[in-house]
């Protein structure tokens, strides 16, 4: 049962460690990348590469609510239950 734990904890850690370190470089390298590669014109106008930096932030003031209503609308015996403590 322990390993187990274990194994979800240490995919878990995998899991976030990846997520921070492509998050920490959007203000480097994504901006860049922004810049370089992509096409940033929209409807004949140009959007500067800095503005896609603020897309995160945005999506999660757009998606909160959704995600929010979803939750609130399941039923709370579908709801994750908290670990219990070994004993």
């Given at each position: 049962m322990e390993k187990t734990r274990l194994r979800a904890?240490?995919?878990?850690?995998?899991?976030?460690?990846?997520f921070w370190l492509v998050y920490d470089q959007m203000g480097n390298e994504?901006?860049?990348?922004?810049?370089?590669?992509?096409?940033l014109s929209l409807l004949?106008?140009?959007?500067?590469?800095?503005?896609?930096?603020?897309l995160p932030a945005l999506f999660v003031i757009v998606l909160a609510p959704v995600f929010a209503?979803?939750?609130?609308?399941?039923?709370?015996?579908?709801?994750?239950?908290?670990?219990?403590?070994?004993?």
């Amino acid at each position: 049962m322990e390993k187990t734990r274990l194994r979800a904890d240490v995919w878990l850690f995998l899991a976030a460690t990846l997520f921070w370190l492509v998050y920490d470089q959007m203000g480097n390298e994504l901006n860049l990348f922004a810049a370089q590669k992509t096409d940033l014109s929209l409807l004949g106008w140009h959007v500067p590469a800095s503005w896609t930096q603020s897309l995160p932030a945005l999506f999660v003031i757009v998606l909160a609510p959704v995600f929010a209503t979803r939750w609130a609308s399941r039923s709370p015996r579908s709801w994750p239950r908290a670990p219990s403590p070994v004993r």
